[in-house]
């Protein structure tokens, strides 16, 4: 009794804040971030143009999926000791993806002892840099893939004068976050489903076969609260424990 008043006080207060989020039980999908960094390098500046980052995947259209870019020009110099830029992100089917493909414009430069010189790109312009990634992943997890920008390595002095800019660019994916899923028994009850971190709150509804999924979960312990229309009882569970890159399944709860 005095968790359940606990628990709808606490939803009482969420409901009128910005705390309470809302998520889709099942999605069969994952958000996903391409960020940038670069390695230092001997160049006072390197300006790359970027105008457009599409991922293949097995399930898109013919393979490729563009997500939405801040297209612009980034200075790879600033991207260094562990700093890095959100290229772009989008939402994708769940599954696996083969390679990354970074579309370059024509408004690259390098800035060597105070002089400004133009970076050729033909190829990168014409059908984009082909990146290998080789990575499945899980639904409901949000994913972030760094490209590593070697300017040191991918700077090439004619030695006359002219720079060419032959990418040297590694990749490396992490996820940043986990989920949680299960079923609610009988589902003609659906109930509103809350996972509660702290002062934070994630509301969801079951679907009509009793399934929920809270996707883009923080790391950390939760207690999951289900909550029937009257006269039914709140059940709470508590300590249900979240990782990043990982589904935990509460398997199926019963609402009596």
């Known amino acids: 009794m005095k968790t359940s008043l606990i628990v709808l006080a606490t939803l ?3 409901s009128f804040t910005a705390c309470k989020k809302s998520s889709s039980p099942g999605n069969p999908s994952y958000p996903m971030q391409m960020r940038m960094t670069d390695a230092t390098g001997p160049y006072d500046a390197v300006y790359i143009d970027v105008h457009e980052v599409d ?3 097995q399930n898109g259209d013919n393979g490729w999926v563009a997500l939405s870019t ?3 020009v980034y200075d790879l110099t600033k991207l260094t000791n562990g700093v890095d830029t959100l290229l772009a992100s989008g939402t994708l089917p769940s599954g696996n993806i083969s390679q990354v493909r970074l579309v370059l414009g024509p408004n690259n430069t390098v800035v060597y002892k105070g002089q400004s010189y133009p970076l050729q790109t033909p190829s990168a312009q014409q059908s984009g840099l082909k990146l290998q990634v080789h990575y499945t992943m899980t639904a409901g997890v949000t994913y972030v893939v760094l ?3 070697d300017a040191s390595q991918s700077i090439v002095n004619e030695g006359n004068g002219g720079f060419l800019l032959k990418p040297v660019i590694r990749t490396s994916t992490s ?5 949680i899923k299960g079923m609610v028994s009988p589902a003609s009850v659906n109930p509103a489903v809350y996972a509660i ?6 509301g969801i509804y079951t679907d009509v076969n009793g399934n929920y999924m809270f996707s883009g979960l923080a790391a950390g312990t939760y207690n ?10 709140i059940k709470v569970v508590n300590g249900v424990v979240v990782t990043n890159g990982n589904v935990t399944n509460m398997g199926t709860v019963s609402i009596p």
Do not use: E, K, R, Y
Request: hydrophobic share 50%; net charge negative; aromatic share 6%.
């Open 12 to 14: 009482s207060i969420l």
């Open 55 to 57: 991922v293949n995947s």
């Open 70 to 72: 801040h297209a612009g």
């Open 147 to 149: 490209m590593d920008f």
């Open 175 to 179: 996820a940043t976050s986990g989920a």
């Open 197 to 202: 971190s702290g002062v934070d709150s994630v």
């Open 224 to 233: 999951v609260a289900f909550v029937p229309a009257p006269p039914l009882n």
